[in-house]
């Protein structure tokens, strides 16, 4: 049976900059613990006005929904800074198995939203699971079950990536891989795909290796914590804590890339390597730490001291959700699933130039005739996903989009009102023909059809910090 090492937080070492983990034993139960994304969010009539989400603000709240009603029951799993949430007001709800926060007190979710735009805004996306996949073989089995070009990934480079089943190619879920060492990868799944991923990548470690494939040690960094640093001031406010700034020059840390540093802690002590990776899920610049046990609580109050609510506030699960819809992302379990192809999701780009000449990974038989159109012997698709503007009501998941006929040609898999525009938008997949941007449909919203545009993503325009542009974000 193949086993996966958990560490915990009893871990008393970070990374590091060989990513040197403690070796703790190993328990052949410690498979992860299901965290299924659910679709009822608890009521509302109970939180005070100021709270509440406002009727813009919950419809980007339905993908976060979840059927519990109970945000602190005892089947929940809690994040290290669950404690810090609570004392600063935030409101929790159920989410991907976790309680978390969906906003704070003090803003809105489209003042929390709009804060992320124009200062920067802290995240916590620790209920993510994180990993490690080390030794000779780890390289090549992510060759296999993803179509990224991992053997031409770059040390400390990251690629966004899709786990895929075999012979169909759909989505088991979408991950970052992020090269720390020439045997050395980090790798972030989704904590509502939590069971089916650890069982699926148990299922892949094993026959890789039963093929002849080289050993392949896998890490669960159960207890760690994950924060997203958000927004156009997010260098300023990292770079406020480093204990080395001049070292580190966060400047020349690009889209993508990540580096080991250190940032002073409340006490004054200096913390041990952390790994910020720049990057995120809002469209804006920003920064993914991970953060060992004993360091998660600590380094987030000294991001928050040292930055001052003029420059850095909290924000929660209504803020992101927007916040990446407008980005152009995809939510797994919702615009993603295990019947849906990267090619049909509109990630061609995520299968490397070499992958498509040279195969070699799970569901290459599918995806490769897919990246061809028919007229050129291959096979196409017959959907899309595509962005749309939506007139009148905002279009909700499972909306059904319809041609002038009446015809139903595709469904919305996420919508809600953009802070940002201040009109509806939404995504979904169309029937192929129907997918370019200017192309007019219809979307039913509460039985009444409303005209819709298909449109280009992202709807807002991404500020990553890249070499190639040469400009400052923000």
């Known amino acids: 049976m193949q086993k996966v ?18 070796r703790l034993p190993v328990s052949s139960t410690s498979w992860g613990i299901c965290g299924v994304l659910g679709k009822g969010l608890s009521g509302t009539t109970s939180v005070p006005a100021h709270r509440r989400l406002s009727g813009k603000a919950a419809c980007c709240a339905q993908s976060i929904r979840h059927a519990s009603s109970d945000a602190n029951g005892p089947s929940l799993r809690r994040t290290p800074l669950h404690d ?10 159920p989410f991907a198995g976790y309680s978390m926060p969906v906003q704070y007190e003090d803003l809105s979710v489209g003042d929390s939203h709009r804060w992320t735009r124009d200062k920067a805004s802290l995240f916590d996306v620790g209920h993510m699971v994180q990993h490690r996949l080390s030794g000779p073989g780890a390289g090549a089995l992510l060759e296999r079950v993803t179509p990224a070009s991992i053997a031409s990934l770059g040390q400390h480079q990251s690629t966004l990536a899709c786990l895929l089943h075999p012979v169909t190619g759909g989505i088991v879920d979408d991950t970052v891989i992020t090269r720390l060492g020439p045997e050395s990868f980090y790798v972030v799944t989704n904590a509502a795909c939590r069971e089916k991923d650890t069982a699926y990548l148990k299922e892949q470690i094993g ?27 997010s260098v300023e406010v990292l770079e406020s804590v480093l204990v080395d700034p001049a070292d580190v020059k966060l400047k020349e840390v690009y889209f993508g890339q ?9 006490s004054g002590e200096a913390s041990v390597p952390i790994l910020a990776s720049r990057g995120g899920y809002t469209g804006e610049d920003g920064f993914e730490i991970s953060l060992p046990p004993e360091t998660v609580v600590s380094a987030t109050d000294s991001l928050l001291r040292a930055a001052g609510p003029e420059k850095l506030r909290l924000a929660g699960l209504g803020a992101r959700d927007s916040l990446r819809l407008e980005a152009g992302m995809c939510l797994y379990g ?4 295990d019947s849906t192809t990267p090619v049909e999701a509109g990630l061609s780009w995520i299968v490397g130039k070499d992958r498509r ?11 490769l005739r897919q990246l061809k159109p028919v007229k050129d012997g291959g096979s196409g698709v017959s959907r899309r996903r595509v962005g749309f503007i939506v007139d009148g009501a905002p279009a909700r998941e499972g909306a059904e989009i319809v041609d002038a006929e ?6 919305v898999t996420s919508g809600c009102p953009s802070p940002t525009m201040g009109k509806n938008i939404a995504m979904g997949y169309i029937k192929s023909g129907h997918h370019k941007a ?6 039913v919203v509460r039985g009444k059809r409303r005209a819709a545009k298909v449109t280009k993503m992202p709807f807002v325009a991404s500020k990553y910090w890249k070499q190639a542009a040469g400009t400052s974000p923000g």
């Open 5 to 22: 090492r958990v560490v915990t937080a009893t871990a008393n070492r970070a990374f590091g900059s060989a990513f040197i983990l403690p």
């Open 84 to 93: 810090l949430h609570v004392a600063r007001k935030g409101k929790m709800v």
């Open 207 to 233: 026959d890789f290796t039963a093929a002849g494939g080289q050993k392949v040690e896998w890490e669960i960094l159960d207890g760690w914590g994950l924060v997203a640093l958000q927004g156009p001031l």
């Open 258 to 266: 990540s580096k080991f540093l250190r940032i002073r802690l409340l």
């Open 334 to 337: 919702h615009d993603l699933d």
């Open 357 to 367: 000449v040279g195969g070699g990974f799970l569901g290459a038989e599918t995806i």
């Open 406 to 411: 009446g015809n139903v040609i595709g469904k």
């Open 438 to 443: 200017g192309t007019e449909v219809g979307i």
